[in-house]
């Protein structure tokens, strides 16, 4: 309020070329201006205040309340009173949902005091108070799938296999404060101001038309809001429910087989089914495929960590299944194995990647021969190609950071962490390098597809031969794949049959 009660132009203190100033002016002393002004724009100026204020507050509320969570949750694993919260004879939603209301409540405080301004600002703007209850019901929903990832977060900290240190703490609050304000809120403001909020704040405009599949969003404020409360439910629902697992079970996997297998599909379904149709064409632009495939090898590097089992739990799997060999016979015991890999809470994660991958690749394939996304052939081939060079990528991130877990050193997960970004990062770094020294060479292109950047480097082929695909260096870069997929089963094998042996 200071800064703008600054701007506001008088006689006195007038300020060259005000926003504020209704009328304009012909000469640059601060008198004739004043003269030519013809008063204060005072709706644009409370505009201007409420406008800031929208995304002010989502900051000055969210990121305390992430801290303080994050924080808190990894001072108690840290000092080891978390088991004393499970030895509770209280529930663990009831311990979970007094952390949420408890820790944060200064911010809402905070909030609550925020209130009355900001509503004020929005009322003498000229903003229609409907508004000011879509704002606040999204800003709840989505401060629960904030707050309750942030307490995922801290949970996380449990399952690294490492002692939890000042170092952990504040590795965990920067994670937690980078997602929230890097990628949380922003994506926050740009789906709500683009879609949700556009005939409250700018009323009168026609948005390019927005589909879900078959779903148009934008041309209709109750099912833009449907569709957002809905989604957000269902997402709060699956924290909500790994963060209890987490809690309830610090041994375990960060995230259960059966989650994996709604989180993923849901994920990438609900991403792929946008279409942006322009108000002036009916023809769709094909969906976001491409930009699910740029995220696909993200996404599996987030599953592979929070499926993948250690040591430990490898070793109790085989002795689970000698036992259970014991127990049962002929058919059975195949059809009990079987459920065992899929959706056992000690088997390991591969079988459940794998499924998931096959789930992701057959929803692609799908959304690539599926008639209504009006892909074109050169689409398809482009589209086609990720896919094949995305499988065997995920698969070759899965085997090393299983091969990490299972071996006998001290700091598994560090090993697995350093590896992975080894695996990343080499042949990004030098695909790049050969690439911008060569003009595109074979080597750097080579390189480049065994990364996840490959989307880019498909793009880069399909430019330069005009639509046409030479599939030699596709080629090359999946038998590179293929081999590394060999030497990596056969460490996990032999890992695994020497805790076999013992």
């Known amino acids: 309020m200071m800064n703008y009660i600054q701007q506001i132009p008088t006689e006195a203190t007038f300020q060259f070329n005000s926003n504020y100033c209704i009328g304009s002016a012909t000469r640059y002393d601060s008198v004739s201006i004043w003269a030519n002004c013809g008063g204060v724009n005072w709706r644009r100026w409370w505009r201007d205040i409420f406008d800031g204020q929208n995304t002010s507050i989502l900051f000055f509320i969210y990121l305390p309340a992430v801290y303080f969570l994050v924080a808190d949750i990894n001072q108690e694993i840290q000092r080891g009173t978390i088991n004393f919260l499970r030895l509770s004879p209280r529930s663990s939603q009831t311990l979970l949902l007094g952390k949420l209301l408890g820790v944060p409540g200064l911010t809402y405080l905070a909030l609550i005091l925020a209130i009355p301004l900001h509503v004020l600002c929005g009322t003498m703007a000229g903003i229609?108070?409907?508004?000011?209850?879509?704002?606040?019901?999204?800003?709840?929903v989505f401060g629960v799938v904030l707050l309750v990832g942030a307490l995922l977060i801290g949970f996380s900290q449990q399952n690294t296999g490492n002692k939890s240190t000042s170092t952990t703490v504040s590795s965990s609050v920067f994670l937690g404060l980078l997602i929230a304000g890097a990628i949380a809120i922003p994506l926050f403001m740009a789906w709500n101001n683009l879609v949700l909020w556009t005939p409250y704040l700018s009323p009168g405009s026609t948005p390019d038309r927005l589909d879900w599949f078959f779903l148009t969003l934008n041309r209709n404020p109750i099912v833009t809001h449907l569709f957002t409360f809905t989604n957000a439910t269902i997402v709060i629902v699956l924290l909500w429910q790994i963060l209890q697992r987490a809690f309830q079970n610090p041994t375990a996997t960060l995230i259960s087989k059966r989650q994996s297998y709604i989180l993923v599909p849901y994920f990438v379904l609900l991403i792929i089914g946008f279409r942006a149709i322009s108000s002036s064409s009916n023809t769709p632009d094909g969906g976001n495929i491409e930009l699910v495939e740029y995220l696909v090898p993200w996404i599996f590097i987030g599953l592979i960590f929070a499926l993948s089992t250690v040591r430990q739990t490898w070793f109790e799997w085989i002795c689970y299944r000698q036992d259970s060999r014991l127990e049962t016979e002929g058919l059975s015991r195949t059809q009990t194995s079987r459920t065992d890999l899929i959706l056992g809470e000690k088997s390991p994660g591969l079988t459940a990647i794998g499924l998931n991958l096959v789930m992701v690749s057959g929803i692609i394939v799908m959304a690539l021969v599926f008639p209504s996304f009006g892909t074109s052939s050169i689409d398809i081939v482009r589209n086609g190609s990720g896919l094949i060079l995305v499988i065997p990528l995920v698969i070759n991130y899965a085997l090393l950071v299983q091969w990490m877990l299972m071996l006998k050193t001290q700091k598994r997960s560090t090993w697995a962490i350093g590896s992975l970004c080894f695996a990343v990062g080499l042949p990004s770094v030098m695909g790049g390098l050969f690439t911008s020294l060569g003009n595109n060479s074979q080597i750097g292109q080579i390189l480049l597809m065994c990364?996840?950047?490959?989307?880019?480097?498909?793009?880069?082929?399909?430019?330069?031969?005009?639509?046409?695909?030479?599939?030699t260096n596709i080629t090359i870069a999946l038998l590179i794949q293929i081999v590394a997929i060999v030497f990596l089963s056969s460490r996990v094998w032999s890992e695994y049959r020497k805790m076999l042996r013992s």
Do not use: A, H, K, V
């Open 451 to 471: 990364s996840p950047w490959y989307r880019g480097i498909l793009y880069t082929i399909d430019r330069e031969n005009s639509g046409s695909f030479d599939f």
């Open 128 to 140: 229609s108070p409907i508004f000011f209850i879509s704002y606040y019901s999204i800003f709840m």
